[in-house]
């Protein structure tokens, strides 16, 4: 397969940046929570003072959002590889992040509720130094709309990788084994079924 670029849907920003929004209303709320109790005892121009400077920081936050999103949303690009899946990201300092395929374990497909709302979806792709450990995601492919699709790539590529190590792999291992206790002897398993590769190719 020839690589294969992907980014995420419009939507994803629409969503990022509604989400960033309500999450700084919120914490404004709770915030002039505290400017009860100063009104009450009397101190009505500290409490209003201390109200404007909430709003003003609240106001400063979505603007700063709404000004960045766009830059970060531009950033996140996702490239589906032989042997390894590579997301871009970020705005002032750039981040590429490889992952493997051979140190994969599972492939997750999540759709949240504001996810849905916009016709998205995320793929998490666990590996066996992180999921093993916290059943956190090693990286994940946000705002896609075509989630379904994109998993189906990853987990055919996946398939035709392991296919690659052993005559026998493809049938034998599960696409989405299953983690051992000790994830430090999974992962080391890993890297000796991938030197073990390098050595056949010899």
């Not at 505290?34 to 404007?52: D, Q, R």
Request: charged share 20%; with cysteine; net charge neutral.
């Amino acid at each position: 397969m020839s690589n294969k670029m992907i980014v995420p849907h419009h939507n994803y920003l629409t969503k990022f940046r509604i989400v960033v929004s309500l999450y700084l209303l919120i914490i404004t709320g709770f915030m002039l929570i505290f400017a009860w109790p100063m009104a009450a005892e009397g101190a009505g121009v500290a409490a209003l003072i201390y109200s404007l400077v909430c709003l003003g920081l609240c106001v400063f936050g979505i603007v700063l959002t709404l000004f960045l999103s766009a830059a970060y949303y531009n950033s996140l690009k996702y490239e589906i590889l032989e042997d390894e899946v590579i997301v871009r990201a970020g705005i002032v300092t750039k981040s590429v992040k490889h992952v493997p395929y051979r140190t994969v374990t599972n492939l997750v497909v999540k759709r949240g509720i504001m996810d849905r709302m916009f016709g998205l979806g995320s793929l998490h792709i666990q590996t066996a130094g992180m999921s093993a450990n916290t059943n956190a995601a090693e990286e994940s492919l946000v705002g896609l709309e075509n989630v379904q699709e994109v998993y189906d790539m990853v987990a055919a590529e996946l398939r035709r990788f392991r296919g690659g190590m052993t005559p026998t792999q493809a049938e034998s291992e599960p696409l989405h084994p299953q983690i051992t206790q000790n994830g430090d002897l999974h992962a080391m398993l890993e890297e000796l079924k991938a030197i073990r590769v390098l050595l056949e190719k010899k």
